[in-house]
């Protein structure tokens, strides 16, 4: 059971985990989405998601609980915060916080970073000290992403921003525990439509999974992971802004199909800021 929920949990981590950041010059936003989680057509899960995009600073909140056959098993429920400013457009994460508690026991991480560089990280229970595991260095904690920041995916320019360019992206990602690069390959276009907010087209990106530092080599998960090629994450916009976030994300697994997709998707773009002198900031 630990092995399936760390492929789950990657597996959805792959899926949303890409490459940040914002144009400078794109209006505020905000996203309120409702996700379901399924596995084998099962339903294990559900929870939302918040946005916040100001012109100096942006964050963005995260909860969900476990549901069906799954809650009787485990019981859980969780929470990610991240925080953090723009810099040049691109969001920079300031602090990252997640939470997850079972009926067996609780998870929690905490990160504090600065220009892309971790300055503090704690994690609860500690990593143990398994002989096989790549071991974390000071340089495998610089010019990452917090796994929250790497939600957001910035398509620069002025055009349609769900296009196949936004695949082109490689992300550096730090969680606490494990050091990952997640890379993404376009491969198709698809219309979606939510039963509340966003109706469209959305961009697919596969995803590619590869450890880098944290991680024991020898896990089925990371083996399963790293060997994958049909992870998928389906891209949709944030009003107001040059943002695309995961409407969806699915990968297989050895017991069926892992897959995350938002029913409710409501984003509206938010009034530029007046200056004290009357004149509008972006």
């Not at 339903?43 to 939302?48: A, D, L, S, V």
């Not at 964050?59 to 991240?82: E, M």
């Amino acid at each position: 059971m630990l092995e399936l929920r760390q492929i789950l949990r990657c597996a959805v981590l792959a899926g949303a985990a890409i490459c940040a950041g914002l144009n400078p010059a794109a209006a505020q936003g905000k996203l309120e989405a409702h996700y379901t989680a399924s596995l084998a057509g099962l339903p294990i899960g559900e929870g939302t998601w918040t946005i916040d995009v100001g012109d100096t600073q942006y964050s963005a909140t995260a909860n969900g609980v476990t549901t069906g056959l799954l809650r009787a098993f485990t019981g859980g429920q969780g929470s990610t915060t991240a925080h953090g400013t723009l810099q040049a457009g691109r969001p920079i994460s300031s602090t990252y916080a997640a939470s997850i508690a079972t009926s067996r026991k609780t998870d929690e991480i905490r990160l504090t970073l600065a220009n892309g560089n971790v300055k503090d990280f704690t994690v609860d229970p500690p990593q143990d000290q398994d002989p096989e595991r790549v071991p974390i260095t000071e340089a495998h904690q610089r010019g990452v992403l917090d796994p929250m920041t790497s939600t957001l995916v910035r398509m620069p320019g002025t055009g349609d921003p769900v296009t196949a360019e936004a695949c082109q992206q490689t992300a550096a990602v730090f969680d606490g525990r494990l050091r990952y690069d997640l890379k993404m390959a376009y491969k198709r276009m698809e219309m979606v439509k939510a039963d509340k907010g966003y109706a469209g087209p959305v961009v697919v990106c596969a995803v590619y999974f590869s450890p880098v530092a944290g991680y024991i080599p020898s896990r089925t998960a990371i083996k399963y992971l790293t060997k994958e090629r049909d992870i998928e994450v389906w891209l949709a916009p944030i009003a107001g802004t040059r943002l695309l976030v995961p409407f969806r994300a699915q990968a297989p697994t050895p017991v069926g199909r892992a897959v995350l997709e938002a029913h409710e998707f409501v984003s509206v773009a938010t009034p530029t800021r007046a200056s004290a002198n009357g004149t509008k900031t972006q």
